[in-house]
């Protein structure tokens, strides 16, 4: 397909897998509101990124996929998730003509080998970026929205246990955002960070969510504690990334 579709006030179509989740659904919301086409496709309105059902329907026509699916799991079986969906999703928008493809991984992603699921997001950027069409791929730091279950993991009746791993929280609707704005510009082929303005020590971050709550069991400090326990040094931060607005007691409030 030619770039043109990419000319400033042209109306561009947008199929957005996973896109009645938590990103998805603002991605989606946004694209439209910006005067474009986007639809939301899952398992719920019929396409499955894993047997391949309904995949070629939902790509027939876009100028753009936004593939936001995302594991069931976070373990050793999430590497065979990406290859499969990227495998599917990649060959129906070859077939389709589609011009842009844009994923949404992680900041520091391979920097931690140590976990299965971000040998898994890695292997996902490896299988777009060697692919046939132009791509984008948007890194974003932790969500705001998944620090309740960073506590639960490693947490008990009496105290919450967290390693003081570097955290630089963003909040969804900055990241659907950002993602959108990707979207619908000329293809990378490469990496934008996008990132939270502050970065906290986990445990300072848990203490904060757990006071906003009028929690007040205390957090130990523990490097061994939970997924983050194997992440080294602050290679899930990166203050040079495109800073959002939002600031964590801002979202909390």
Same mark, same amino acid.
């Given at each position: 397909?030619?770039?043109?579709?990419?000319?400033?006030? &042209?109306?561009?179509?947008?199929?957005?897998?996973?896109?009645?989740?938590?990103?998805?659904?603002?991605?989606?919301?946004?694209?439209?509101?910006?005067?474009?086409?986007?639809?939301?496709?899952?398992?719920?309105?019929?396409?499955? /990124?894993? #047997?391949?059902?309904?995949?070629?329907?939902?790509? =027939?026509?876009?100028?753009?996929?936004?593939?936001?699916?995302?594991? $069931?799991?976070?373990?050793?079986?999430?590497?065979?998730?990406?290859?499969? #969906?990227?495998?599917?999703?990649?060959?129906?928008?070859?077939?389709?003509?589609?011009?842009?493809? /844009?994923?949404?991984?992680?900041?520091? /992603?391979?920097? /931690?080998?140590?976990?299965?699921?971000?040998? +898994? @997001?890695?292997?996902?950027?490896?299988?777009?970026?060697?692919?046939?069409?132009?791509?984008?791929?948007?890194?974003?730091?932790?969500?705001?929205?998944?620090?309740?279950?960073?506590?639960?993991?490693? +947490?008990?009746?009496?105290?919450?246990?967290?390693?003081?791993?570097?955290?630089?929280?963003?909040?969804?609707?900055?990241? =659907?955002?950002?993602?959108?704005?990707?979207?619908?510009?000329? $293809?990378? &082929?490469?990496?934008?960070?996008? +990132?939270?303005?502050?970065?906290?020590?986990?445990?300072?971050?848990?203490?904060?969510?757990? #006071?906003? @709550?009028?929690?007040?069991?205390?957090?130990?400090?523990?490097?061994?504690?939970?997924?983050?326990?194997?992440?080294?040094?602050?290679?899930?931060?990166?203050?040079?990334?495109?800073?959002? +607005?939002?600031?964590?007691?801002?979202?909390?409030?």
């Amino acid at each position: 397909m030619s770039q043109t579709y990419l000319d400033e006030g &042209r109306v561009m179509k947008f199929a957005v897998m996973g896109g009645t989740g938590l990103i998805g659904s603002q991605v989606v919301k946004n694209l439209n509101a910006a005067g474009h086409e986007a639809v939301p496709h899952s398992q719920s309105t019929g396409v499955d /990124v894993i #047997s391949g059902q309904g995949v070629d329907e939902a790509v =027939a026509g876009a100028d753009v996929v936004v593939n936001l699916t995302n594991s $069931p799991t976070f373990d050793e079986a999430s590497p065979a998730f990406f290859q499969t #969906s990227m495998d599917n999703l990649l060959a129906a928008a070859q077939k389709a003509g589609v011009g842009h493809f /844009v994923i949404l991984s992680i900041v520091g /992603v391979d920097q /931690v080998p140590e976990l299965d699921y971000y040998r +898994a @997001k890695t292997l996902q950027e490896e299988i777009l970026a060697a692919g046939p069409i132009p791509y984008s791929i948007v890194r974003a730091t932790q969500f705001m929205e998944f620090m309740e279950s960073v506590l639960s993991w490693t +947490a008990d009746s009496d105290t919450v246990r967290l390693p003081a791993t570097p955290i630089q929280p963003i909040a969804a609707k900055d990241v =659907a955002a950002a993602v959108a704005e990707v979207a619908a510009g000329t $293809p990378l &082929r490469g990496i934008r960070n996008i +990132a939270g303005p502050e970065i906290f020590p986990l445990d300072e971050l848990g203490r904060i969510t757990l #006071s906003h @709550k009028g929690d007040d069991r205390p957090v130990v400090i523990d490097p061994t504690a939970g997924m983050f326990a194997a992440v080294k040094g602050d290679v899930l931060t990166d203050m040079d990334a495109h800073l959002a +607005a939002t600031r964590y007691a801002d979202w909390l409030s």
